[in-house]
């Protein structure tokens, strides 16, 4: 069992609050996913020059040091901001292949750091421990932006450490948790693998991820993506997807895992259940309603 | 009797609930917020009404209460029911009524996959559509639909009666469409008045069992 919610907001003067209506969803959650937590959240998208990415360390790390270390290392200019043992590392970039070289080198020769995410505007914190330390850790009411995903996770499918926490990321921007588990992902991956998708864990929903990414790089849209997923991912999910401007909602056919959404002028919401999204303001006038099996539910920003 | 879910534990509703002090109550619960198990265990002829969303089964294993529900309701709403009443003015999540044996469970709404699962005997009354693999393994009771129904119905069903108003994605195995006689009709007018529903009876359809599945058949003996 795990605990799953989003929110995304039609309202950008609401976006201040983002980080204290997540959190609220997500200690909500804590039944349902006592092991581990965590969030993606979106917001102030970098400039086409730079790109963000997040990076997870140990408790002991020393981001000072790894200041130093990024600035032997790479060429153009760099900001890092410290959240505790995670990181956000805005980088200069003047080609493509400059993002793409750092994390080749972090993943390669830096010991203990993780890359959670890579994108302009998403940013990913992820722990092991009951929501409300992880919300208190990364100081997550205090985080503002345009949409965010949760997580709270009960294992069954794969090891409780942090690098097994959703959400997980694997292209620009994407991201993706689950409730749920698939059946078909050791032979998933292996395809992936071979078509270039780099995984991190042995984790199934991380798959998901890396299949939705797949797609979306042979030039699908995201709802193309996620219907060519009803067809090839076997197993039990119900997923919140997110992309740099839009929010996804997607059950399996046989839909036993719940999911509620809700929907006011200002924002959607989306839960494992509804006690997450009667914590929202102004929930009590919202449309509610449970998701249909295998239907795509999606949001944009034009 | 007043319950602010908000400053109290559900527990304490419930345990409420299962006192002989609870005979002929009234209770008004506000502010479930989603909460699980609200009046779950009901023993005897209380009303309870609850003022807002519900989350897992909540009128669990009910007897005697009569239960409304003012908002939705999560999965598995009245669980296993034995008598009573419960009724939804929303929608319900999945698998509401599975298992139960008796009384009367009413959906103003829509209803999920899996209602009725299972029933043994409680009377479902839906007022909208329900999804998928609905009165699967159904044994004994009514299951009204005024709306659709999802893939599936009635799958492997015994001796449920399903009338539904709608259509069906698909029907169940060894679920079949039979004769809608004049006890028929009577029969279902008389749930629906009971639910509150208005609907011509002579607007539905019923189906039950094919009687295929369930009998022992001497030609698949070599299959045991």
Redesign the interface.
């Known amino acids: 069992m795990c605990g799953i919610v989003g929110i995304y907001y039609k309202n950008p003067e609401l976006e201040s609050g983002l980080g204290g209506m997540l959190a609220d969803m997500l200690v909500q959650m804590t039944d349902r996913g006592p092991d581990s937590a965590g969030v993606a959240i979106y917001h102030d998208p970098v400039s086409t020059q730079q790109v963000k990415i997040t990076l997870q360390g140990q408790d002991d790390v020393d981001w000072a040091v790894m200041e130093k270390s990024i600035a032997e290392h790479y060429p153009h200019s760099v900001s890092i901001s410290p959240v505790a043992n995670h990181a956000v590392v805005i980088l200069d970039v003047q080609s493509e292949r400059d993002a793409d070289r750092f994390s080749e080198w972090v993943t390669n020769s830096v010991q203990d750091i993780n890359i959670t995410s890579v994108g302009s505007a998403i940013e990913i914190f992820k722990e092991k421990g009951l929501p409300d330390q992880v919300v208190d850790k990364f100081s997550l009411r205090s985080m503002r932006g345009t949409h965010a995903l949760g997580h709270t996770r009960m294992a069954t499918e794969s090891a409780v450490t942090t690098e097994h926490s959703h959400p997980f990321s694997t292209g620009l921007d994407l991201c993706l948790v689950h409730n749920g588990s698939l059946s078909n992902h050791n032979q998933l991956r292996e395809m992936l693998r071979k078509q270039g998708i780099m995984f991190q864990t042995d984790n199934d929903s991380e798959v998901a991820a890396g299949y939705l990414t797949w797609r979306l790089s042979q030039g699908a849209s995201l709802n193309e993506a996620l219907e060519a997923a009803i067809q090839d991912l076997d197993g039990f999910y119900t997923f919140a997807i997110g992309t740099k401007d839009g929010f996804a909602v997607l059950r399996d056919p046989i839909?036993?895992k719940?999911a509620v959404l809700a929907e006011t002028d200002d924002w959607v919401a989306m839960s494992s259940?509804?006690?997450?999204?009667?914590?929202l303001p102004n929930s009590e006038n919202a449309r509610?309603?449970?998701p249909?099996?295998a239907r795509i539910y999606s949001w944009e920003r034009n | 009797m007043k319950f602010d879910l908000q400053d109290n534990e559900v527990r304490a509703l419930n345990q409420a609930l299962h006192t002989e002090d609870a005979a002929n109550a009234s209770f008004s619960v506000v502010n479930p917020?989603?909460?699980h198990n609200v009046a779950a265990g009901a023993m005897f002829a209380t009303s309870v009404d609850v003022h807002?969303?519900?989350?897992?089964y909540c009128a669990g294993m009910n007897q005697n209460a009569t239960i409304q529900i003012h908002g939705?309701a999560?999965?598995g709403l009245a669980e296993n029911m034995m008598s009573g009443r419960v009724e939804v003015n929303?929608?319900a999540?999945?698998y509401c009524g599975a298992t139960a044996h008796g009384g009367l469970l009413v959906v103003r709404g829509d209803a999920?996959?899996r209602c009725g699962i299972s029933m043994k005997g409680v009377d479902i009354v839906i007022g909208g559509s329900i999804?998928?693999m609905s009165a699967f393994m159904a044994q004994s009771g009514r299951l009204v639909i005024c709306g659709d129904a999802g893939d599936s119905l009635g799958d492997s069903i015994y001796e449920a009666q399903i009338y539904l108003r709608g259509s069906a994605a698909s029907l169940g195995t060894d679920c079949i469409e039979k004769e809608m006689t004049a006890s028929h009709l009577e029969e279902l007018a008389v749930l629906l008045e009971q639910s509150g529903i208005e609907h011509d009876p002579a607007s539905f359809r019923r189906y039950g069992s094919a009687r295929q599945l369930y009998n022992f058949n001497i030609d698949n003996v070599s299959a045991y």
């Not at chain 1, 259940?273 to 914590?279: D, K, N, P, T, W």
């Not at chain 2, 807002?52 to 897992?56: A, F, R």
């Open positions: 839909a036993c719940p259940e509804f006690r997450a999204i009667a914590q509610i309603w449970e249909e099996p | 917020g989603g909460k807002g969303h519900v989350g897992y939705n999560g999965p929303g929608n999540s999945q999920a996959a999804g998928h």
